[in-house]
């Protein structure tokens, strides 16, 4: 008898939004498994890089096109889109963040929630 795999909602969730940061060229994605840690604040955390504003802006736009048009999910709250620094988007049990790269390094999201089981999406060329 084969065993299957279920994936949650904040899995597939989490995994359309690193296809949305990939679509338009995120540098540095990682995803940050915080189900596993009390107190957490969500189940995922999806954080990642790109190399100008515009570039912030333009990808936080893929992935809210992208969540909406494969899982009918749009994001319950933006933070950031006035200065494209750090914007993030909180889909209740996944939270994206995108950095603007000098950002990213300030602020160390990652290292605040060293805890969690970490996944490093390699970047595509």
Request: net charge negative; hydrophobic share 40%.
């Amino acid at each position: 008898m084969r065993k299957t795999k279920i994936i949650s909602e904040s899995e597939l969730l989490s995994k359309a939004i690193v296809e949305g940061m990939q679509e338009n060229k995120a540098k540095d994605i990682v995803v940050l498994d915080l189900r596993q840690l009390n107190g957490s604040v969500c189940d995922f955390f999806v954080i990642c890089s790109g190399d100008s504003s515009t570039q912030v802006d333009g990808i936080s736009n893929s992935v809210t096109r992208f969540t909406r048009k494969h899982l009918k999910q749009k994001p319950w709250h933006i933070e950031g889109k006035t200065n494209s620094e750090w914007i993030l988007l909180d889909y209740i049990d996944v939270v994206a963040h995108i950095f603007y790269k000098d950002a990213r390094s300030f602020y160390e999201i990652e290292d605040l929630w060293s805890d969690a089981i970490r996944t490093d999406i390699p970047n595509l060329n």
